[in-house]
C-alpha cells in the first residue's frame, strides 16, 4: 500500500463521520480484505462484523454442509438480538411512561425492569446455545481458530 494511501486510511479512521469512502457505498467505516469484515459492531450480523457467515465461511474453511448449518445457527441468533432490540424499546417506552406520570409509577418501572432482566436473559442463553451449535458443527482446528478470532475481538459475539 502507497504512502499516500496510508496516510488516507488514517485520515479516514479519525474522522468516519465525514461520510462514505471511496468506493464503499455502505457508508461509515470499512476495514478492507476479502472477508468484508469490521471491528466492534460493524453493523447487521450481531457477531460484530457486517456478513458474519460469509467472513467465518471463508475464515474457517468451512465446507457446504457446515454453512448450511451456521447460516441457520446464525439466523436463529439474529432472530433472537432483533426481539431483544423489540424489548429494549418498550422497556424505554415503559420507562418514560412511568416518569411522565403524576405521582411516578414505581410499580411501571419495575415490572419494565424485570422485563428488561428476563429478555437479556433470553438472549444471553441463546448465545450459549448458538455457541454450543457451533462446537458441535466446527472441527477441532476451526473451532480454536474461532476462540481465537473471539478472544482478539475480530469477531465479537
Excluded at 469512502?21 to 450480523?45: I, K, S
Excluded at 429478555?119 to 457451533?134: D, I
Aim: include cysteine; hydrophobic fraction near 40%.
Amino acid at each position: 500500500m502507497s504512502c499516500s494511501r496510508w496516510a488516507w486510511l488514517r485520515a479516514g479512521r479519525g474522522f468516519p463521520q465525514c461520510g462514505v469512502w471511496e468506493g464503499h457505498g455502505h457508508g461509515g467505516r470499512h476495514w478492507g480484505g476479502p472477508e468484508g469484515d469490521e471491528p466492534e459492531g460493524g453493523g447487521g450480523g450481531g457477531f460484530g462484523i457486517r456478513r458474519p457467515l460469509r467472513f467465518l465461511a471463508h475464515r474457517l474453511g468451512l465446507d457446504e454442509t457446515q454453512v448450511a448449518a451456521l447460516a441457520r445457527i446464525l439466523d436463529e441468533l439474529k432472530i433472537e438480538r432483533a426481539q431483544a432490540d423489540v424489548d429494549r424499546r418498550r422497556t424505554v417506552s415503559a420507562w418514560a411512561d412511568a416518569l411522565s406520570g403524576d405521582p411516578f409509577d414505581a410499580a411501571k418501572a419495575a415490572e419494565a425492569a424485570a422485563q428488561s432482566v428476563q429478555s437479556t436473559q433470553r438472549l444471553q442463553n441463546a448465545v450459549v446455545q448458538a455457541l454450543q451449535q457451533m462446537h458441535a458443527l466446527l472441527k477441532p482446528e476451526q473451532r480454536a481458530l474461532l476462540a481465537y478470532l473471539i478472544r482478539t475481538g475480530k469477531l465479537m459475539v
